[in-house]
């Protein structure tokens, strides 16, 4: 299968850009091509005071890797969006911030009903929960070419 995940990894550090990453790492090694669309600027610095990156990974990198979204390129969004309506069979958003929503929801749009889509999203406690509403809107793991998501922890 052809899995996108959209989400911060290195060089973003923390626990949103670890497990992105390892998802990718072991989405492959079951069999899967997979891809990684993450950020080269994820949201404005005045949002996130502190240190958005890191110059040394925090695990291995994954190599295939597209460093194209910013939150200043809504045409980037729609552009990435159509580009996986083409090249994905899944598109799984990681969900870390409420920033990162319209971003996501303009990569929705470009890839319109074509692809199966799920989204992972942070839980706020300190852990990551999988989960959200599938493509038909029910929550179920449901959409258009099959269910994925997962009840969050």
């Not at 995940?5 to 997979?34: D, I, N, Q």
Request: net charge positive; glycine share 22%.
């Amino acid at each position: 299968m052809r899995i996108v995940l959209v989400g911060p990894t290195f060089p973003y550090k923390g626990g949103g850009a670890a497990h992105t990453t390892e998802l990718a790492h072991r989405l492959a090694a079951a069999g899967h091509s997979v891809t990684i669309e993450s950020w080269k600027a994820q949201y404005p610095g005045f949002l996130y005071p502190g240190t958005q990156t890191i110059s040394a990974p925090e695990g291995e990198p994954f190599p295939g890797t597209r460093r194209e979204l910013a939150w200043y390129r809504p045409d980037g969004w729609l552009r990435a969006g159509r580009r996986l309506r083409r090249s994905a069979d899944l598109v799984v958003f990681a969900v870390l911030s409420p920033v990162q929503v319209p971003a996501y929801l303009g990569i929705l749009a470009g890839i319109g009903r074509g692809s199966g889509v799920a989204a992972q999203g942070g839980t706020g406690q300190g852990g990551t929960g999988q989960g959200g509403a599938g493509r038909d809107g029910t929550g179920q793991g449901g959409t258009e070419q099959g269910g994925t998501e997962q009840g969050g922890t």
